[in-house]
């Protein structure tokens, strides 16, 4: 291994040995309480160091790293106190967590550092927000996000490089090859000869190097790091190494030839810079000696304090509030001024007045910008605001919503626009995995509001018609509102975006032109987990949101004389638990009806809360009245007898005569 310090001093040189050298010892400490019994779980990275170390020693301390579970040089680097590194790989109350997260699976505003989820892929569409949002912010930074070589079989890689080199964002796409994906070999991976030859496919620039010598990789990253302050783009960084333990602990490494693993020994980043140094007369037997014994009082001392911090408490209340970034409503009443409007432009108007109130306020979305969206919502958007916060993307749902939690990390406000709401499902790792769980898991808000224009009614059969907010309404840490009428629309978009924590908001295609109202002029703001009483009766109660909403005052407007007391819930998550209890007291009689279908819909939640908690006010069993089970036809004659709205009549009728 050919070593060049450049004009490095030997104070530098001697600063990445000990970088280098801390996480190994702690390592091998880890490989003995392993051993001990005294910890259960370990992902090793000794025979790979040299990446984590010399990157991060190559980047500016204020500038984001997304790692790895193998970088363990990365938080070293950055000085995290190792005592709260090994509370964190306890469960400890004191670790990042407080118990609820493994290993290196968190992060830290304090040391921009921003930890994966199992999930390989995820963490590469959050660079992409937290660059962009350096970018528009006018802040000459990059950001480095790792990666294994297995993962960049994913999808979710494909989609974060490609929307980096689009909007020309300053990342560094750090790829860790160590050979294996567990135990499968990367001839089983890929195809090409070098992971490095996919920048090619991207358009950017890509470079490889020897990850197991520091400083190459220290030289490498710190030139592009400084070339992409001043001329924002991507690079795609391939580092060859090798990873000489086991995927983690248990699974060993009996798959690998022992000639590979005899001819990766010889690479030691460690052992072989430690030689160069002594070469060089910066390090001797003696400094070294003195070195080691320091780290390993201080190692011995720190993981022993971490052991006697005390174990987090069952807290069922503390466990709830902390799914959600707290948050205080803002006295901001309608005002009396009023615009009739459609419910498509009343979305409109908030979306432009937030925009103006927020300035780090970024919507992003298929065909939004100059297009002004599939439904001409985000109409003249782009001469108002400018491109830069009206953001048309490439079809990757699954990056837009990362990089939306990354603007989010990085100080800015995000919605995304689902073309349609059927359509996120290609992006629900990151809704349900991280926007949901991020506060929870290490206290950062999720600042993203993602727009879900749902429903049918328009014949555009299975998959531009879904009603899909069960898919969310069962994720703990995300907020669902469902709006059926104008007024509503605009007030609870408005709250969505003023809401730090992450909002599902579904908007009916099918009311954006035909569904008209007051709607108060300027900033105003409705509660999410508010319903609405819209009518009072003593027969039954209808509960009901969307466009169930317009189907039951149909039913009311065709039969007067039944008296109904109506709940629009308008938020779903949470909702109006004493509303709905209300309505079930003064009627004794309830039907639950949505146009989502039948089993599993969001009313048999409402339906099971009602039996739980309001079985003395029933004369009647709770009933509910959905659209079919089965996927949405096209044909307008089969969409309608799939619709709930067909069997509304009869679901009355039944209930009134038991």
Same mark, same amino acid.
């Given at each position: ?29 880890? #490989?003995?309480? =392993?051993?001990? &019994? +005294? ?7 000794? *025979?790979?160091? %040299?990446?984590?170390? /010399? ?76 660059? #962009?949002?350096? =970018?528009?912010? &006018? +802040? ?7 990666? *294994?070589?297995? %993962?960049?079989?994913? /999808? ?79 690079? =795609? ?324 004389e039944r008296s109904v007391t109506l709940v629009d819930l308008r938020s779903l998550q949470p909702w109006d638990q004493e509303c709905v209890a209300a309505a079930v007291k003064k009627t004794g009689r309830v039907l639950i009806l949505h146009e989502d279908t ?61």
């Open positions: 291994m050919i070593f060049d310090k450049k004009d490095k001093s030997n104070a530098t040189l001697l600063q990445l040995y000990q970088q280098l050298l801390y996480p190994r010892m702690i390592e091998e400490k880890m #490989l003995i309480l =392993l051993r001990q &019994g +005294r910890i259960g779980k370990w992902f090793s990275g000794i *025979g790979q160091e %040299a990446i984590a170390v /010399g990157s991060t020693a190559a980047m500016e301390s204020d500038e984001y790293i997304l790692p790895m579970h193998r970088n363990l040089g990365v938080f070293t680097s950055r000085n995290i106190p190792l005592e709260k590194l090994m509370a964190q790989w306890q469960g400890k109350l004191q670790g990042f967590t407080k118990g609820r997260d493994r290993s290196f699976h968190f992060g830290t505003q304090e040391h921009k550092v921003i930890g994966m989820i199992s999930h390989l892929g995820p963490q590469m569409a959050l660079a992409d927000g937290i660059a #962009l949002a350096d =970018l528009i912010a &006018g +802040r000459k930074k990059a950001t480095m996000v790792f990666s *294994g070589e297995g %993962a960049t079989s994913e /999808g979710d890689f494909h989609e974060a490089v490609n929307v980096a080199a689009v909007w020309n964002l300053p990342v560094i796409f750090l790829i860790e090859n160590n050979g294996y994906g567990l135990s499968t070999p990367t001839n089983e991976q890929f195809k090409c000869k070098n992971l490095v030859d996919k920048a090619i496919g991207y358009g950017i620039e890509g470079h490889q190097v020897d990850g197991n010598n520091i400083l190459e990789v220290y030289d490498l990253i710190e030139r592009l790091a400084r070339q992409m302050r001043n001329d924002p783009k991507p690079v =795609l960084v391939e580092c060859l190494t090798f990873r000489m333990r086991g995927h983690e602990e248990a699974s060993g490494t009996k798959y690998v030839p022992q000639e590979l693993m005899a001819q990766w020994a010889a690479k030691d980043p460690l052992r072989n810079y430690e030689n160069y140094l002594i070469e060089q007369q910066v390090l001797d037997e003696q400094l070294i000696a003195e070195i080691k014994a320091q780290f390993k009082i201080q190692i011995e001392q720190e993981i022993e304090s971490a052991f006697q911090q005390e174990e987090p408490l069952p807290n069922a209340a503390t466990e709830l509030a902390d799914m959600y970034h707290p948050y205080d409503l803002p006295a901001m009443p309608p005002s009396k001024a009023i615009t009739e409007m459609r419910y498509l432009d009343a979305i409109t108007d908030g979306l432009r007045l937030a925009m103006q109130q927020h300035e780090n306020l970024v919507i992003m979305g298929q065909d939004i910008a100059e297009y002004g969206g599939a439904f001409k919502i985000t109409e003249g958007f782009v001469k108002e605001f400018g491109k830069a916060r009206v953001r048309n993307t490439p079809i990757c749902e699954s990056a837009i919503v990362g990089a939306a939690l990354g603007l989010s990390i990085n100080g800015f406000k995000a919605v995304v626009e689902m073309q349609f709401a059927d359509f996120v499902s290609c992006g629900f790792n990151q809704i349900v995995n991280n926007l949901a769980k991020t506060h929870y898991r290490w206290g950062e808000k999720a600042d993203v509001v993602i727009r879900m224009p749902t429903g049918a009614g328009t014949g555009a059969g299975p998959f531009h018609s879904q009603s899909n907010e069960a898919w969310f309404t069962k994720t703990p840490g995300l907020k669902v509102v469902y709006p059926a009428f104008p007024e509503d629309a605009k007030g609870l978009l408005l709250a969505a975006i003023h809401d730090p924590n992450p909002v599902m908001y579904f908007e009916h295609k099918y009311l954006y032109r035909s569904n008209n109202g007051a709607v108060p002029e300027g900033l105003y703001i409705i509660e999410i987990g508010k319903a609405r009483l819209l009518k009072e009766g003593t027969e039954l109660s209808i509960i009901t949101y969307g466009l169930g909403v317009h189907w039951a005052l149909s039913y009311l407007a065709d039969n007067p039948l089993t599993c819909g969001f009313g048999a939640e409402i339906a099971a809360w009602i039996g739980e908690h309001c079985f003395q006010h029933l004369d009647a069993p709770v009933m509910r009245c959905a659209s079919l089970d089965t996927a949405i036809p096209m044909n307008k004659i089969l969409e309608d007898d799939f619709l709930a709205k067909s069997r509304l009549a009869e679901s009355i009728s039944k209930l009134l005569a038991y």
